[in-house]
Structures are given as structure tokens and as C-alpha cells.
């Protein structure tokens, strides 16, 4: 929970400074935890 709060907070403190390129690999980045996370708990899809 930590790691995602931590993601969140940098996707929004890029948005908000109007930096369209941050904000985009935060979400990348924050993207690549939830399904590496998914995998880990369920298994490869």
C-alpha cells in the first residue's frame, strides 16, 4: 500500500505541474506494479 500511495502521489504531482511526459510514465510505472503484483497473487493470465 505504501508503494501505491507513493505512485499515486507522483502521477498527481505531475499532473499537476503540467508535465504531460511525467505524468505518463508514472502511470506506466504504477501500471507495471498492479500487474506485476496481479501476477505475483494469481498467476500469469
Known amino acids: 500500500m ?7 502521489e507522483r ?3 505531475a499532473i499537476f505541474a503540467m508535465d504531460e511526459t511525467r505524468a505518463m510514465a508514472a502511470m506506466r510505472g504504477h501500471l507495471d506494479t498492479l500487474r506485476n503484483d ?8
Open 2 to 8: 505504501a508503494l501505491s500511495a507513493q505512485e499515486h
Open 11 to 13: 502521477i498527481a504531482d
Open 38 to 45: 496481479s501476477v505475483r497473487t494469481y498467476g500469469p493470465f
